[in-house]
């Protein structure tokens, strides 16, 4: 059986890094990433949710 999570869903809103190594440390390797307005600002973000969408669709996805 494999597991999943969405991320700003049920999960306290931590740094997507951070949410990522606590993920796989506990053999979790689907996750649904929340992004935009909607969502909380996270460690003193600018954008809401785990991801700077204006900043990818400009950048590209870059490496965390």
């Known amino acids: 059986m494999q597991i999943g ?3 700003l869903v049920g999960l306290e809103p931590i740094p997507f890094p951070d949410l990522v190594r606590w993920c796989a ?4 390797y689907a996750l649904e990433v929340n992004v935009g307005p909607g969502y909380p600002k996270i460690g003193g973000a600018s954008y809401g949710g785990h991801l700077d969408l ?3 669709v400009r950048d590209g996805p870059g490496i965390v």
């Open 25 to 28: 440390a506990h053999e979790i």
């Open 5 to 7: 999570v969405s991320t």
């Open 54 to 56: 204006e900043a990818i």
